[in-house]
């Protein structure tokens, strides 16, 4: 593991006028029709004007309970939800309008593995692939070396999705989104459920990544070791805020706490099991 | 460039293909339910010893067959996707909306086109009918010519899942049963009450059936059970005018229409994975 601290430091004598992600004050609000003929119109605020960067190969953690707003900010930076508000620069180019070319460069890998449950792991890679234009072939070979190194045994590459157990799934799914060897990658909760196995494999993978290949990584995960262990900085996201953002010791000593989940209570005000309703 | 459209419109046709053969069981069911649905109303043309009868109402069943399948394909399409959970994957990859709508056309055309062989065949077993003398190519030139518009009202429809998660996919049929019910699929638009009868002007099957009437020859006075007289596709121009300005002016719409209806749903958090 990279030392904080020394990263801090690298981190700030690098250029910094190229960082893969810029967020200024981001906005989203989803509006809720209810009573008579949908005229009574409820706003809830999943995003109240956050604002952030991610330098270049760095791993950026995001950190929340469940509704804080974690999937909403990773549906806006995946292009899938237009914010109401605030600008987003992905690797120098702005959201929405160049958003087919950010497309090309994002890869995202979501809480649930989503695929079609009866075809194969191969079917599944080889469809997701020809999407952004690669030969199967190429597919195929680049899918057999990622889930060789995420230890998912060959064999399996031809077995239906529903056969496969979740933590298998979802090693499929981080290989979907590693196909197109994007610069940036854009993981949500991508090990809750998983063994503890197969959690290791993917954070062993996740990091060999960025140290071989510089990705830059954005991850929200609800699992404080995993963020402290993988995070070069976290930010603390509550009620569509970012209440503190910095290295993990940094939050630590801000909030004169000597864990990550007693600062993320001392400085959100909340538990980090606390459940409300995500809005999207 | 042409990797880039390509091969992105060949991965939606790769992918249905796959997804048909691990639900092979659900497509034989369907194919049998639509070759005996077909059976039953063309025997009653048997029944009514009128060949006349007997061949409208195949013609009907075998052309509804096709269309309603490449509709439904293509319509069903985005609340498959939505049902799969991968709607978002989808709509996050760098594809135009015209290459993904336009490979998932073709390939729900390849599927209707091997449905409709399949009632085809099926019927040559139950039902007892000779197309002597009709103008089977001209039919097959109509429904490719109507193909394309029904193509455009297909992703007309495809929207409906777009903006609602829950009512969307099942409002699809209702568009598909109003347009069975006014095309005179197996009746003339005339039987249809007044009020109704200027509905079917707007529906392509109304002039995709008139067309394929005219080529099999079942209202011609001249045709006996035993020899057909069908038109010649120069007698149909006027339909397969009508049918290609549709399809110039749906598929077009179509897209428009999709492309609102996501724009819609980005705004309000629609696309996220619902069931």
């Given at each position: 593991m990279q030392d904080a601290a020394c990263f801090k430091e690298t981190m700030e004598e690098a250029q910094r006028d190229n960082p893969a992600i810029v967020v200024e004050d981001l906005k989203k609000v989803f509006r809720k029709r209810s009573g008579f003929a949908g005229t009574k119109v409820t706003e809830q605020w999943a995003l109240k004007g956050i604002s952030f960067r991610v330098e270049d190969r760095e791993i950026y953690g995001i950190l929340g309970p469940n509704g804080s707003g974690k999937s909403t900010l990773i549906r806006i930076l995946s292009t899938l939800l237009i914010p109401d508000g605030g600008t987003v620069q992905i690797l120098g180019h702005s959201l929405p309008r160049d958003e087919f070319w950010i497309r090309q460069h994002i890869g995202r890998v979501s809480v649930d593995a989503a695929?079609?449950?009866?075809?194969?792991a191969r079917e599944n890679l080889l469809y997701a692939a020809q999407l952004y234009g690669i030969k199967p072939a190429d597919a195929q070979r680049r899918a057999m070396e990622i889930l060789k190194r995420l230890r998912l045994e060959s064999k399996r590459f031809n077995d239906p999705l529903e056969e496969m157990s979740r933590g298998m799934q979802q090693k499929v799914s981080v290989t979907r989104a590693l196909l197109i060897n994007p610069p940036l990658l854009l993981l949500d909760?991508?090990?809750?459920?998983?063994?503890p196995r197969s959690k290791r494999d993917v954070q062993e993978y996740l990091e060999d990544l960025r140290a071989e290949q510089g990705t830059t990584i954005v991850l929200t995960t609800h699992d404080m070791a995993e963020a402290e262990r993988m995070c070069d900085r976290i930010a603390f996201l509550a009620h569509g805020r970012i209440v503190a953002e910095g290295i993990a010791d940094e939050l630590k000593a801000k909030a004169g706490v000597d864990n990550l989940e007693e600062a993320f209570i001392e400085l959100t005000g909340e538990k980090f099991d606390d459940e409300s309703e995500e809005s999207s | 460039m042409i990797e880039r459209i390509f091969r992105p419109m060949w991965a939606f046709v790769f992918r249905d293909f796959h997804l048909n053969r691990r639900y092979l069981n659900w497509v034989i069911v369907f194919t049998f339910y639509a070759v005996v649905n077909s059976a039953t109303i063309a025997l009653i043309g048997v029944a009514a010893h009128d060949f006349r009868l007997l061949l409208r109402l195949l013609l009907g069943a075998v052309t509804w067959s096709y269309l309603a399948a490449m509709f439904s394909e293509i319509a069903q399409s985005i609340s498959w996707e939505r049902w799969e959970g991968t709607l978002e994957y989808t709509f996050m990859a760098p594809v135009s909306r015209l290459v993904h709508l336009t490979g998932v056309s073709i390939s729900a055309t390849g599927y209707a086109v091997v449905r409709v062989v399949l009632v085809v065949l099926g019927l040559t077993l139950l039902v007892p009918f000779q197309l002597h003398g009709a103008n089977l190519l001209g039919i097959l030139v109509v429904l490719i010519v109507g193909s394309l518009a029904f193509m455009g009202l297909g992703l007309m429809a495809a929207v409906l899942p777009v903006m609602s998660p829950e009512h969307g996919g099942p409002a699809t049929n209702i568009f598909q049963g109003l347009m069975l019910l006014v095309?005179?699929?197996?009746?003339?638009?005339?039987?249809?009450?007044k009020w109704l009868?200027?509905?079917?002007?707007?529906?392509?099957a109304t002039y995709a059936l008139s067309a394929s009437r005219q080529l099999l020859g079942v209202d011609n006075p001249k045709s006996t059970p035993g020899h057909l007289v069908g038109a010649s596709l120069m007698d149909v121009l006027p339909q397969l005018g009508i049918l290609l300005l549709m399809g110039a002016a749906m598929i077009p719409l179509g897209l428009f229409i999709f492309n609102r209806a996501e724009h819609w749903a980005k705004c309000t958090g629609k696309l996220k994975r619902t069931g």
């Open positions: 695929f079609y449950k009866k075809l194969s909760e991508p090990t809750t459920g998983l063994d | 095309s005179g699929v197996y009746y003339p638009v005339a039987v249809l009450p009868q200027p509905a079917s002007v707007f529906s392509p």
